[in-house]
């Protein structure tokens, strides 16, 4: 195989295989090229040549184990993001295998690399307390701070993810008899969620009489959409205000994702079934709603309250004189 072999075989991943035959969302390619970009300016500066020079056989296995150590110790992302960067890796060499057999065994050999395993957290979310802290932390004499409630309150209430929520346009939002707002959410699924009186007033009052059904709903100040940190940095403030009249706030690290969860354990408590809360959220799979039963502290004091202590008396453990002796005897 040529030296220009894997410069035509990442251009044709992306062009053919993500864009054409997958139609991989534009998040999807743009995880897969920051992949690539790392990838080959590591491999650039382990073989000291060019990346245009890289052949297959210069990103062998060990190269991306080397690789993904090096992710997490000089770049120090997170097992989860090694575990993401892994991922591109092998959906690119299993095109590899397809494309070129002849690179069948080194392909193999990359593909039964292992994720890295990762201690998984409870979710953080906040109580009801800490939720209306936040909703009254924005200023609402300003423009700034009356859309910043509004997105809060849309958050809290609809659970939408931040890619959902920066991606919003006034033509999303029904207003009228069952009221609901509609998104595009993650695997391209789109869904319906229902939206309280209050929320269906004060997004009223928001909008007013603009007929543009294709501006943004949340717009910057420059009118145009709200970026993914620009909303972590909108979030972050608030806390940071909310954290002055509540000051449990402040012990958490709060991000737009944490609202999500905010909104989910919030039916939860309201005792709605874990298949709705999937349904509410757009979940893949019902089990992905299962961490919030284990982060809920109410159901589980609950089930222990249920649960008799068993009525045996308590005893302390007295070896006899035999068994001590064969323990000194070891």
Not at 154 to 182: F, K, M, P, W
Request: glycine content about 4%.
């Amino acid at each position: 195989m040529s030296a220009a072999a894997l410069p035509a075989l990442i251009q044709r991943f992306f062009t053919d295989r993500l864009c054409v035959q997958m139609e991989a969302s534009r998040n999807t390619v743009a995880g897969y090229r920051d992949t690539f970009r790392l990838l080959l300016r590591y491999a650039s500066a382990r073989h000291v040549k060019p990346p245009v020079k890289l052949t297959i056989e210069d990103i062998d296995a060990d190269l991306i184990a080397d690789f993904l150590v090096h992710t997490e110790t000089a770049r120090g992302n997170s097992a989860r993001s090694r575990n993401t960067r892994l991922a591109a890796i092998r959906s690119f060499f299993r095109y590899v295998a397809m494309s070129d057999p002849t690179w069948l065994l080194q392909c193999q050999r990359i593909l039964a690399m292992p994720n890295k395993r990762y201690v998984k957290r409870t979710v953080t979310f906040l109580d009801s307390d800490e939720i209306a802290a936040l909703l009254a932390a924005p200023d609402r004499t300003t423009w700034a701070g009356r859309r910043d409630h509004a997105l809060l309150l849309l958050a809290v209430q609809t659970g939408l993810r931040a890619s959902e929520l920066v991606g919003l346009q006034c033509g999303d939002v029904v207003l009228e008899s069952g009221a609901h707002i509609r998104c595009m959410g993650k695997g391209r699924k789109e869904r319906a969620t229902p939206l309280r009186r209050e929320t269906v007033k004060l997004l009223a009052a928001w909008i007013g009489d603009d007929k543009n059904k294709s501006k943004p709903l949340f717009p910057s100040i420059r009118g145009e959409r709200l970026s993914r940190d620009a909303l972590e940095h909108l979030v972050r403030k608030h806390c940071l205000t909310a954290s002055l009249t509540c000051p449990s706030i402040g012990s958490k690290r709060v991000t737009p994702h944490t609202l999500r969860h905010s909104t989910a354990m919030d039916l939860l408590h309201h005792g709605v079934d874990p298949a709705v809360i999937a349904l509410w959220l757009g979940h893949e799979n019902v089990e992905t709603t299962q961490i919030y039963i284990h982060a809920d502290m109410r159901l589980k004091e609950k089930a222990l309250a249920r649960v008799a202590a068993p009525d045996t008396p308590s005893s302390r453990f007295r070896p006899d004189d035999q068994l001590l002796a064969f323990l000194e005897g070891l």
